[in-house]
Nanobody
């Protein structure tokens, strides 16, 4: 199993980014997937998850209305579109594979998002 995130970077407040997570080594279309982040000096924060078909999505209150999770099962890729970014969105963003009961069993290496003027 391999998960590789990309798309992070430095963006000004109010800007947008789209993160990608390329999955391999398992049947991507069979698994729910998560985005989780970790801000500097803080613990892990769940951001969003999506069911295996892409028809059901869930968000943390802190990002609801600003972030959009999606997936392309034909490309084995998970996405996170982030709009109206705030400095408090600065974090290392991970994608993770769901193993049931809200837990994740495989994680990527993370991609850094920094929101600053």
């Amino acid at each position: 199993v391999q998960l590789v995130e990309s798309g992070g970077g430095l963006v000004q407040p109010g800007g947008s980014l789209r993160l990608s997570c390329a999955a391999s080594g398992f049947t991507f279309s069979s698994y729910w997937m998560h985005w989780v982040r970790q801000a500097p000096g803080k613990g892990l924060e769940w951001v969003s998850h999506i069911n295996n078909g892409g028809g059901a999505t869930y968000y943390a209150d802190s990002v609801k209305g600003r972030f959009t999770i999606s997936r392309d099962n034909a490309k084995n890729t998970l996405y996170l579109r982030m709009d109206s970014l705030k400095p408090e969105d600065t974090a290392l963003y991970y994608c993770a594979r769901d193993m049931g009961a809200g837990l994740a069993d495989y994680w990527g290496q993370g991609t850094q998002v920094t929101v600053s003027s």
